[in-house]
């Protein structure tokens, strides 16, 4: 038996919660097309965004360490793969759609400068006479207009679902103007747990990441409760080695607790405001997809931690210096003279503003392309 659209969505009306989105009931693209006849909706949208250009640029964007710190530092790219890991373990777990979930995960990075968050706030800082530079908007702006794979239309034309999705993604880091998506709404369920996803991820990983390049010494982590949970359930004692090994078993125990609790405490919230629909969830004042207060404040103090020991750490911010150094000089050249720019960049000038181009163009370099086209500009011994 072949199961082909219609009996994965009977399958979906069948097996998903009552308060999940079912691709069968979607709101539709843009620009209508022919229905998938083996995949659903959502199914179809996660497989559009992996066949992008912007999936694979994330290969060589930074996470947290630029590509040549190392090669077993997470890039944008693993970073993606891990989200879109935990958001279908989180949506299986709690009955929600997987692929919808995987779609909003797999692309909720797309918008990502070169040199993470240091590049994300030179550009900002240089556009904001020009709308400003935020990466979760420019991810949106990739998925319905910039990537061009079809001859009929801009963009990958996803479903309302998926760039609601992507346009209502927060965490403590970003928030986007959601005006044309239901504003009055709350994100759905599915873009909520993408929403947690993404912040297990780079809590668990960035810590990992930190211990592998020994950014902190591991005494400076037992002022946290959290640490010392995760120090007792690995069997660690503070005077045995801290081996490579210890450190893989309490990174894993971190993201096993942090995905347990957000299943158990979400469902108590489910059951508690009797959730039985998707419109019920999106109406709801708060998000539902949520860490227990308790565990949420020792998450906090991770995060606060790793803030102060990581992320301002001398050795991030010498990277983080140069990064705006790369990205303000190549932005102020290519506004200078756009003739500087590849010709199938130079058309776009036709269709938009001469700083929005340029922005959209830096935006889209990896680390690599950055510093090589960087060093073409200013080198006087390199060739374009």
């Known amino acids: 038996m072949i199961y082909k659209r219609a009996k994965l969505e009977e399958i979906e009306s069948v097996v998903l919660a009552p308060f999940a989105l079912k691709s069968a009931k979607s709101r539709g693209r843009v620009h209508p097309e022919p229905e998938s006849e083996t995949r659903t909706a959502y199914g179809r949208d996660r497989d559009r965004i ?28 693993t970073h993606t793969l891990e989200v879109a890991q935990l958001g279908r373990a989180l949506a299986r777990g709690l009955g929600c759609n997987q692929d919808l979930t995987e779609a909003i995960c797999l692309a909720h990075d797309f918008g990502h400068s070169p040199f993470g968050h240091a590049g994300e706030a030179a550009l900002n800082a240089l556009m904001q006479d020009y709308g400003g530079f935020n990466h979760n908007t420019q991810s949106y702006r990739i998925v319905t207009k910039l990537e061009r794979r079809y001859p009929d239309f801009e963009g990958l034309n996803l479903t309302y679902e998926t760039r609601e999705g992507m346009i209502k993604h927060e965490t403590d880091y970003d928030k986007s103007d959601a005006t044309a998506y239901e504003p009055d709404k709350r994100a759905s369920l599915e873009a909520q747990i993408a929403n947690l996803a993404d912040e297990i991820a780079y809590n668990a990983h960035d810590l990992d990441d930190g211990l592998r390049a020994d950014l902190f010494d591991l005494a400076e982590l037992d002022e946290l409760a959290l640490w010392q949970e995760l120090k007792a359930i690995a069997g660690w004692q503070t005077w045995e080695p801290f081996t490579p090994m210890v450190r893989h078993e309490i990174i894993r125990e971190l993201i096993g607790r942090s995905v347990t609790n957000v299943l158990e405490h979400t469902a108590v919230n489910l ?5 039985d629909s998707p419109e019920k969830a999106q109406m709801h004042p708060t998000n539902l ?4 207060p308790d565990f949420a404040q020792k998450v906090r103090q991770l995060k606060e931690f790793l803030l102060a020991h990581m992320y301002r750490h001398y050795r991030l911010i010498r990277m983080q210096t140069k990064a705006e150094r790369f990205i303000t000089e190549l932005f102020t050249a290519y506004v200078k003279e756009p003739k500087m720019l590849p010709t199938d960049t130079q058309w776009l000038l036709e269709r938009g503003s001469l700083h929005r181009v340029v922005a959209d163009y830096i935006a889209g370099m990896t680390d690599r392309f950055a510093l090589d086209e960087w060093q073409k500009l200013f080198d006087p011994y390199s060739r374009a």
């Open 271 to 275: 059951h508690q405001y009797q959730i």
């Open 50 to 77: 992996i066949h992008t250009t912007a999936f694979r640029r994330l290969e060589y964007k930074t996470q947290v360490f630029i590509y040549y710190e190392g090669d077993h530092y997470r890039t944008r790219l």
């Open 289 to 292: 997809v949520a860490y227990a």
